[in-house]
């Protein structure tokens, strides 16, 4: 040690700074790796020699320039582990020898952008502290020092790119507070200049990148905005770009991941738009990279986290399909990845967050097959972690409020298991969580949303038990968020459907009051809403669906006033939704469901009007979809069940049309 010392000490500073960078280009191939790690063991024998260099000679301002990239390097490994308390410490005290630099000599441009880099970092962590308000606060910091950048050399595509960032950023804190009009402001601001730089030099892959990912931001806030069809534009625009990028340079990893976000993003629309079997196609295209890129590079954490993320996906898919034993075998694929991850790096958090989503995915899968004392087991493993993670770093919003869906998970199984009380403690303690993250930032559009999402849950158990004026006060605490939230964005398709949601909530219990004519303004106050969405995106199927289930809900108002008639309008109108859902996606078992249980909600009328032929004709009609369902999908219990009853219903009847 004292040899190594005795050279260490004579050699000259060059020799020193050599040294750091090698250290610094070894912890970066290790952080692309995903070996977190030894990346941050790399980076801070960087910064050993970085602050070294700093002690000797204070007035280098390289030296100091130095210093600050190693405390940037750290923080961005520990980011990535999710130690965002420690991570933000790394930037404040890079950010602290740049305002020195830019303060000592103003006009050095160079200062000033490494300055803005300084606030976007601070910003990414305060970002996701869930810490919206101050991570504005510090993408704007940066925004000001790189419009005037721009500004004083407009030729510098650097610094045009530069700005083009910030805009990014500050459009994904206004996504995130629920801004949606002016996170796609802020996102088509940044398109412009990136479709100028792309224009100025076609030939630049990284201009064109920018370009891909402009499209893909704006395509997120459409997609959240309900316009889904604009939405594939955007991300098709996208997908463009990476095709021609991956064509042209095949052995390229990053346009190979590009290129399997975008079939991601295409299938996240194609889900939402109930194109069932399209989105599988996109999500085994990505998934058909991804297996490529981590067989090519097995040790490569990040490919066998995009890996597991496309498991999950495919697992989605086949849940919605209805078929629970494949989306159970993907969620394990997605598990087992997971785990392997999490016990390489124990310490890193992400990998820690990670495995709790898949325990929840399988939760999911395991609660609709039935059986709940498994669901609770998985939803429990989820929480410990979670609590966890929690504990470790207090003041991380984004912990707190996965501490709060935990809760939420397991009360949703409890109230399976009819254990009312206990899913209501459950439901508090999301509730509870969720009022402190409102209560930190309430300009925090996501939070009042969970906010409003926990009066529904707590809304739903007082509702179960019977307390209905209870329920009544938790649902109308809930639409009261509702109402605000779609009042200040009024665009939000989001924000519109969850009004009509607790329109509904609230028409239930009236219903179940016995004010039926109070219950029928509530469903119609829903419908009106549901009317609006469907007629502005006509090809969203969830939007057909939700118009679908308004119509049940007045049928079944009016059915219980006497107006048969009209009752038998309205179900006959959900029915003409469900066959052309049923139609344009045959293979996707929700809506194959939804068809039969119409057939079946007329023929139960018929069967009160007294039309036993009529009834046994939509039973009829009933039966083969049921039947279909319960033999595709022999472990979903809900197949099985509605088969049961619908061949029962159907037997009676035609004992009786007999007799």
Do not use: H
């Amino acid at each position: 040690m004292k040899t190594f010392q005795t050279v260490f000490n004579n050699l000259t500073p060059q020799s020193l700074r050599d040294k750091s960078v090698l250290f610094d280009e070894i912890g970066y191939v290790q952080q692309r790796q995903g070996d977190l790690s030894q990346a941050l063991k790399s980076y801070q024998a960087s910064l050993s020699i970085a602050e070294q260099l700093a002690k000797t000679d204070p007035g280098n301002a390289q030296w100091q320039r130095d210093l600050s990239v190693s405390y940037d390097n750290i923080g961005d490994v520990q980011q990535r582990q999710g130690d965002l308390s420690q991570a933000l410490k790394s930037y404040q005290a890079s950010l602290s020898i740049r305002e020195q630099l830019a303060k000592t000599d103003p006009g050095n441009a160079q200062w000033q952008r490494d300055l803005s880099v300084s606030y976007n970092k601070i910003g990414d962590v305060q970002q996701r502290q869930g810490d919206l308000s101050q991570a504005l606060k510090s993408y704007q910091a940066s925004l000001s020092i790189r419009e005037q950048l721009a500004k004083t050399d407009p030729g510098n595509a650097q610094w045009q790119r530069d700005l083009s960032v910030s805009y990014d950023n500050i459009g994904d804190v206004q996504q995130r507070q629920g801004d949606l009009s002016q996170a796609l402001k802020s996102y088509q601001a940044s398109l412009s200049i990136r479709e100028q730089l792309a224009k100025t030099d076609p030939g630049n892959a990284q201009w064109q990148r920018d370009l891909s990912v402009s499209y893909n931001k704006i395509g997120d806030v459409q997609q959240r905005q309900g316009d889904l069809s604009q939405a594939l534009k955007s991300y098709q625009a996208s997908l463009s770009i990476a095709e021609q990028l991956a064509k042209t340079d095949p052995g390229n990893a990053q346009w190979q991941r590009d290129l399997s976000v975008s079939y991601n993003k295409i299938g996240d629309v194609q889900q939402r738009q109930g194109d069932l079997s399209q989105a599988l196609k996109s999500y085994q295209a990505s998934l058909s990279i991804r297996e490529q890129l981590a067989k090519t590079d097995p040790g490569n954490a990040q490919w066998q986290r995009d890996l597991s993320v496309s498991y999950e996906k495919i697992g989605d898919v086949q849940q919605r399909q209805g078929d629970l034993s494949q989306a159970l075998k993907s969620y394990q694929a997605s598990l087992s990845i997971a785990e392997q991850l999490a016990k390489t790096d124990p310490g890193n958090a992400q990998w820690q967050r990670d495995l709790s989503v898949s325990y929840n995915k399988i939760g999911d899968v395991q609660q609709r097959q039935g059986d709940l004392s498994q669901p609770l087991k998985s939803y429990q493993a989820s929480l410990s972690i979670r609590e966890q993670l929690a504990k470790t770093d207090p003041g991380n919003a984004q912990w707190q409020r996965d501490l709060s869906v935990s809760y939420n998970k397991i009360g949703d199984v409890q109230q399976r298991q009819g254990n009312l009380s206990q899913a209501l403690k459950s439901y508090q303690a999301s509730l509870s969580i969720a009022e402190q993250l409102a209560k930190t930032d309430p300009g925090n559009a996501q939070w009042q949303r969970d906010l409003s999402v926990s009066y529904n849950k707590i809304g739903d158990v007082q509702q179960r038990q019977g307390n209905l004026s209870q329920a009544l006060k938790s649902y109308q605490a809930s639409l009261s968020i509702a109402e605000q939230l779609a009042k200040t964005d009024p665009g939000n398709a989001q924000w519109q459907r969850d009004l009509s949601v607790s329109y509904d909530n609230i028409g239930d219990v009236q219903q179940r009051q016995g004010d039926l004519s109070q219950a029928l303004k509530s469903y119609q106050a829903s419908l009106s809403i549901r009317e609006q969405l469907a007629k502005t995106d006509p090809g969203n199927a969830q939007w057909q669906r939700d118009l679908s289930v308004s119509y049940d809900n007045i049928g079944d108002v009016q059915q219980r006033q006497g107006d048969l008639s009209q009752a038998l309008k309205s179900y006959q109108a959900s029915l003409s939704i469900a066959e052309q859902l049923a139609k344009t996606d045959p293979g996707n078992a929700q809506w194959q469901r939804d068809l039969s249980v119409a057939f079946e909600r007329i023929g139960d009328l018929e069967a009160v009007n007294g039309n036993i032929g009529t009834a046994i004709t939509y039973y009829e009609r009933s039966y083969p979809v049921a039947e279909s369902l319960a033999e595709r999908f022999p472990n979903n219990n809900q197949f099985q069940s509605d088969f049961e009853i619908t061949r029962k219903k159907l037997e009676y009847l035609r004992n009786k049309q007999t007799q």
